[in-house]
């Protein structure tokens, strides 16, 4: 019996551990996929693709595309479903990979649908904001055609935007300044797919005369121009080519990351940004508790460049991005769909206060948030729920989920999920920056449901 207890101690601890340290897949509430990073005003914003949690006839299965933004590239706020294919009055479904792009005061987001009239087309969606509410900028498609799937949108320094998409062709086309047009002179521009450009096709039945596949991904930096995309056939891997302009031509330049062996995802999806000084590759697996090829997870790995330029072999983590970029404040209000990782709960949008919450609450779930700043101490917790039972709490724990528990939020027993209350409990004073664990505790069944908190 000893035995048996010290084996479960060690198996208990190796838990803790791992999940300390976890950081991939950076969403745990919804499956997500095709990441598509935008730093904006010292935010990363990044929009999603949407697999859902049933999966329909064995294929992908995909309504509407989410968002979630980040100051420290660890913690993730979730700003939910900001829109979906219903959005586009001519579209039939079909959510795939699109991007997103700031010019002149609005967001323009370039979505991949298939039409009600059949066929692949893109769209684009417009906003005020990063978060919505997206609407459909010109009633029509922007493009359509055979494998029209997959839109990257790229500003160049000079003003120039360009718009490359396609599987299994590369295009491209030079967009107008008002960002929902191109320039019909040049038109629709198919890229040649060399050996030297994209390398060759290494598996695969079909005669594709190159390595790439699809998702391009287009970026500049230092006077160079990037195009990342998953290559070589299915399974995929992520590679890259290289030009000295927006148009090519190409030069092959590299596989960045090995088939993802692991969780079962048979597709892949660059995104790329800089962020505070650092490169940051997105990309997606399977990796998610029930994940697979059709419900899949966005991950993230910081990486260097080599000194030439060229992109180095990245290799798929579980730990992901271990140091935040800056610290959290717990001193103002922190939405409680502020997640570096958590454990079986979900998120929805109110529907009275019209907020994203937290939902789905039972016994032993958790939140963590990292890289929490609690400066010179605390001495008080204060969290905004509404109670579904009397035995609700909330137990706030530093540095692991079985950490050193500093105070107890008893949320009350309201048994109202639209009653909204501010609960608080006193915490004993630790300083500096840790891990913060909001544990879950209560009898069997949902317990409550969860706004935001903040410390004092």
Not at 290 to 316: A, H, Q, T, W, Y
Request: charged share 20%; proline share 4%; hydrophobic share 35%.
């Amino acid at each position: 019996m000893e035995i048996k207890k010290f084996g479960l101690s060690v198996l208990l601890i190796a838990l803790t551990i791992a999940t300390a340290f976890a950081q991939n897949p950076i969403i745990q509430t919804f499956y997500t996929a095709d990441p598509a990073p935008m730093v904006h005003n010292g935010t990363v914003y990044l929009y999603t693709s949407h697999d859902e949690d049933v999966t329909i006839k064995n294929f992908f299965t995909m309504n509407d595309w989410r968002c979630y933004s980040s100051k420290d590239m660890v913690n993730w706020t979730d700003h939910g479903a900001i829109l979906s294919y219903q959005t586009f009055n001519w579209s039939r479904g079909d959510a795939w990979a699109g991007q997103c792009i700031y010019r002149d005061g609005k967001f323009y987001y370039y979505l991949p649908v298939n039409q009600k009239n059949g066929g692949n087309a893109i769209g684009v969606a417009v906003s005020d904001s990063p978060t919505g509410n997206f609407r459909d900028a010109i009633g029509k498609p922007l493009l359509s055609g055979f494998g029209y799937i997959d839109p990257s949108v790229f500003i160049d320094t000079d003003g120039q935007a360009y718009l490359y998409w396609g599987n299994p062709e590369l295009y491209y086309v030079k967009l107008n300044k008002d960002m929902v047009s191109y320039d019909q002179e040049v038109g629709i521009v198919k890229v040649p797919l060399t050996k030297d450009g994209f390398s060759t096709r290494i598996k695969g039945a079909d005669k594709r005369p190159s390595s790439y596949e699809e998702g391009p991904w287009l970026f500049k930096r230092n006077n160079k121009y990037y195009l990342m995309y998953p290559a070589g056939g299915v399974p995929e891997h992520l590679s890259y080519s290289t030009s000295d302009g927006p148009t090519g031509p190409w030069t092959y330049g590299g596989v960045i990351m090995d088939v993802i062996k692991e969780g079962g995802a048979f597709t892949n999806h660059p995104g790329y940004i800089d962020f505070m000084g650092k490169s940051y590759l997105f990309y997606h697996n399977g990796g998610l508790a029930g994940g697979g090829g059709f419900k899949r997870s966005v991950c993230i790995e910081s990486f260097d460049f080599n000194p030439d330029g060229s992109i180095p072999l990245i290799k798929p983590t579980k730990e992901g991005v271990i140091t935040g970029a800056s610290n959290l404040n717990p001193f103002n209000k922190v939405e409680a769909e502020t997640i570096a990782w958590a454990e079986g709960v979900k998120t929805i949008k109110d529907s009275i206060t019209g907020n994203i919450i937290v939902t789905k609450i039972n016994n032993d779930d958790y939140i963590k948030i990292k890289g929490v700043n609690l400066a010179d101490g605390v001495q008080q917790f204060e969290a905004r729920v509404a109670s579904l039972s009397h035995t609700g709490l909330i137990e706030i724990r530093v540095d692991s989920i079985a950490g050193k528990l500093i105070g107890t939020c008893k949320v009350g027993a309201n048994k109202n999920a639209q009653k909204w209350e501010t609960k608080s409990c006193k915490l004993s004073r630790v300083k500096g920056v840790h891990d913060i664990y909001l544990k879950f505790k209560g009898e069997a069944g949902d317990l409550f449901n969860f706004d935001w908190w903040r410390m004092k």
